[in-house]
């Protein structure tokens, strides 16, 4: 149920983030995936890499705040690698779980 404008937003920041990093799956979660948002909701991204390193993750995180603030808006990552999904604790994750049953892959 994610609207058009998010769904630019996530356009934006996924191309940008390919140009840059290998992704393998990307998806809005939480309030904006399930139509639930007020103007203060931030845009949940899931991301999930092959791998990640310090510079990874503040390449992400810079990303996200350049788009989020060209939109006036708060992106906040989740970030996990291929290998922590499937052989890591976090494969369990009840949050993976749902991000995985429920988020919206754009």
């Known amino acids: 149920m994610i609207q058009d404008s998010d769904r630019k937003i996530v356009s934006e920041f996924r191309s940008r983030l390919e140009a840059i990093i290998p992704i393998l799956d990307l998806r809005v979660f939480g309030s904006r995936a399930r139509g639930d948002a007020t ?4 845009l949940d991204v899931f ?7 310090r510079s990874c993750r503040e ?3 810079d990303l996200a705040w350049e ?4 939109y006036d808006l708060v992106i906040s990552t989740f970030v996990v690698t291929e290998a922590q999904v499937e052989r890591g604790a976090m ?6 779980s749902k991000v995985l049953q429920e988020g919206i892959i754009v």
């Open 47 to 53: 991301i999930k890499i092959t791998e990640l390193d």
């Open 67 to 70: 788009v989020g603030f060209k």
């Open 59 to 61: 390449k992400i995180s």
């Open 91 to 96: 494969g369990a994750s009840p949050l993976l």
């Open 39 to 42: 103007e203060e909701s931030d």
